[in-house]
């Protein structure tokens, strides 16, 4: 199970690499989330900041919309860059969140 320190490193990188950033796109196979995003679509928000908070790993988006995850026994957060494939079976992806190459600022 991922401790609190491997939470806080990939909220890090997270803030690191989407931070301040543009959603450019967004996916999900979860009912639930995809439900909220058709209802409250993420694209064109801003990632406002990544933090964590114990076991849970925080997105705050702009416009008051927050995705909280908890990553479970065996989750994970992958990074990649632009056009590079995603190395893990189809169906171990719960979310995907593309940003655009600039700051919002």
Known sequence: MPEGDTIYRAARALQRAIGGKVVIGFETGLAKLA???????LVGRVVEKV????????????????????????????????????RMPTRAMRVVIRVGAESSS
Do not use: Q
């Open 35 to 41: 439900r909220v995003n058709d209802d409250s679509p």
């Open 51 to 86: 933090e964590s908070r114990g076991k849970w790993l925080l997105i705050y988006f702009s416009g008051d919309l927050i995705l909280v995850t908890h990553m479970l026994m065996s989750g994970s957060w992958h990074l990649y860059r632009v056009g590079e494939r995603w």
